[in-house]
């Protein structure tokens, strides 16, 4: 989800680290008392609007996947743009993630803003509070749209308040990448990695010992958000702001207060070496794992074709993937979707948003969808994508890349699993890494640091929904 660089710069190009720094990651309407803005009769959004064109409609998409990805959806487009002839895209690519909402939040005021443009999943409530974008649902009605077998779980994330408000595109989930030769070295079963938190943090502490290097842990407040929805819990109130507007923070309980002892346990005992999920550290976590700084992480599956290829560079790693370890050992909820979606302009004129539409709707079908997964490493987000050969080759050669599917299809569904939707998304999660250093750099009690986290959130939640009139 974010732009950074690489050290370690002596054990590998910076053109390939590049491509690692550019895999990866992962705000309703102004009244308090619903958060999604309302749909439209369906109208606007229309096979006629586009029809009416006289001229190929030219529309403007504001992607946030540069490098390796970039380079796959530059082919999808090129492929959408040669097989018709009603709908030109110029695709604009933006240098990351963070980069694409500052330029949309600028485009507000000037009004330069695209037809189509791709946000990271914790922008979502800002977006609709722009009150600058055409929800979904009135397309998916006017054009009569099925979604057929899109998974659910990751249309739930961009459904707030029963509207489709964004389509999903580039989906993933944190993962557990590991080094099957330190493990075994450590006298661990490489074919049984940890699947608890608890059984993560004795592997870190018996691989520490063993001199095979413990966990890499990147500070990433992700975690701890997945950790609560495959507990099936809450992480704010509101459904997950999902029914009404999210006014506080719920993830101060017991699960949350068991994934930060755990983590403070790793961190003090010395078992695990951090982080931040930003600068120019943000990586150390995987690449310490090639340096044998480390032989265990989490991070996002976006990145396993760029991991597996930097990591294939060390004759001491053998690369293996597994599903997050969780805090139950048997999981109540499920892994929530992170990633982004696909929003279109409230600005743009019906014939144009009627082609974002067909684009979109091209972007997300079963061959594209098969193309953009194979090529990326993202999830397949339709069930006849992942039954295709070439999905089905790539698991058979390749397993790692299924581990993120299956945990995005495995679960119940539920406001939980659907993942959390508040404003000030990106500062509550600051909040929480500060807590999380209080832990490991100041001797504060997990119990107090998640307490701290909890009411810093708070704060930041109402300050925001005062601003917006929420």
Not at 106 to 133: E, F, Y
Not at 141 to 150: A, I, K, N, R, W
Not at 355 to 361: G, K, N, R, V
Request: net charge neutral.
């Amino acid at each position: 989800m974010r732009t950074h660089r690489f050290r370690f710069a002596a054990a590998m190009s910076l053109g390939a680290a590049a491509l690692l720094m550019t895999a990866c990651s992962s705000s309703g309407s102004s009244s308090s008392s619903t958060t999604a803005a309302s749909t439209t009769t369906g109208t606007t959004c229309t096979p006629s609007a586009l029809d009416k064109a006289t001229a190929p409609v030219t529309i403007n998409f504001w992607e946030s996947m540069p490098r390796a990805n970039g380079e796959t959806l530059q082919k999808l487009t090129d492929s959408f743009n040669s097989s018709q002839t009603k709908v030109h895209v110029n695709l604009v690519v933006q240098t990351s993630y963070n980069d694409t909402w500052q330029k949309y939040q600028s485009g507000l005021t000037n009004g330069q803003l695209p037809d189509v443009v791709q946000l990271q999943d914790t922008d979502t409530q800002g977006a609709i509070d722009s009150q600058s974008t055409l929800p979904a649902q009135d397309c998916i009605t006017g054009f009569h749209y099925s979604v057929g077998d899109l998974l659910p779980r990751a249309l739930s994330y961009w459904n707030v308040d029963k509207v489709q408000v964004a389509m999903p595109f580039a989906v993933s989930g944190p993962v557990l990448y590991f080094n099957k030769l330190a493990f075994q070295k450590a006298g661990l079963d490489p074919t049984k990695p940890p699947t608890t938190l608890t059984q993560l943090v004795a592997d870190a502490k018996t691989l520490k010992s063993a001199g095979q290097g413990g966990m890499g842990l990147k500070l990433d407040p992700w975690y701890l958000e997945t950790e609560l929805a495959t507990a099936n819990q809450l992480f704010v109130n509101n459904s997950n702001g999902r029914t009404t507007r999210a006014s506080a923070a719920v993830f101060d309980n017991s699960t949350g207060t068991q994934v930060f002892t755990d983590l403070n346990d790793m961190v003090s005992s010395g078992a695990a070496g951090t982080n931040s999920v930003a600068g120019a550290d943000a990586y150390d976590n995987l690449l310490g794992v090639g340096a044998g700084k480390y032989s265990m992480t989490i991070d996002t599956s976006a990145a396993l074709g760029t991991v597996s290829q930097l990591l294939s560079q060390y004759p001491n790693v053998q690369l293996g993937v597994a599903p997050l370890p969780t805090v139950q050992t048997t999981p109540t909820g499920g892994v929530q979707p992170g990633g982004s979606g696909l929003w279109i302009s409230k600005k743009s004129s019906p014939a144009a948003q009627a082609a974002a539409w067909e684009f979109i709707s091209f972007l997300d079908s079963t061959d594209s969808q098969t193309t953009w997964s194979a090529g990326t490493g993202y999830i397949p987000l339709r069930t006849s994508s992942a039954q295709s050969a070439t999905i089905q080759n790539l698991w058979a050669t390749t397993p790692g890349y299924k581990v993120a599917y299956t945990q995005l299809t495995t679960g119940v569904q539920s406001a939980a699993t659907a993942g959390a939707v508040l404003g000030p998304f990106d500062t509550v999660r600051t909040a929480i890494v500060n807590a999380e250093n209080s832990m490991f750099s100041s001797g504060v009690s997990p119990a107090k640091a998640l307490s701290q986290a909890q009411t810093a959130s708070n704060k930041l939640i109402t300050v925001y929904n005062q601003r917006i009139g929420g």
